[in-house]
C-alpha cells in the first residue's frame, strides 16, 4: 500500500511515468479502497482533484496496469477491480451475496499455485485464484 506523497512520486517515476496530479489521485485511491472498482474511484479521485473525465481514469488505470503499479482483477459476474498490491501472486475471496473482497495469501507458501499439472511448456508467471463463498454478515441475512 502506498502511503505517502513522496513514495508515489518516486514509484511513478521509476517506472518511467511522469508525476501529474491525475495519477496521484488514482494511485492514492487505488491505496485507500483496494479491491475498487473504476467507477468507485472516479468519484474519489473527483472528490480530491475535482474534475476528471471517465476516460481520463480508465486510461490512467490501463496505464497503471502495463506498467504493473496496479493489478486489475475481473471476478465473474462483476466489474473489473483494482488494487495496488501486485507482484506477489496473492488470491481473492468475495462474498456472492454483498460482493465483499478480501486478499488470500497462497495457501501453501510461496507461489505454489505456479507450479500446474500440465504447464504445455508455458512459463507461467501469474495464477489467478477466486474463492467465492458468503461472508458472515450475508450468510446471517439469508436465514
Known sequence: MV????DVDQ???EHGL???AQRLA????????PHATADELI???RAVIGAISRQAVYDTLNLLVEKNLVRRIQPAGSAARYEDRVGDNHHHLICRGCGMTFDIDCALGTAP???ADDDHR???????VIYWGRCPSCQKAAV
Do not use: Y
Open 3 to 6: 502511503a505517502m506523497h513522496g
Open 113 to 115: 499455485c505456479l507450479v
Open 11 to 13: 514509484l511513478l517515476r
Open 122 to 128: 508455458f512459463e507461467i508467471d501469474e495464477a489467478e
Open 26 to 33: 488514482i494511485m492514492r485511491a487505488v491505496s485507500l479502497r
Open 18 to 20: 511522469q508525476v501529474t
Open 43 to 45: 468519484d474519489d479521485v
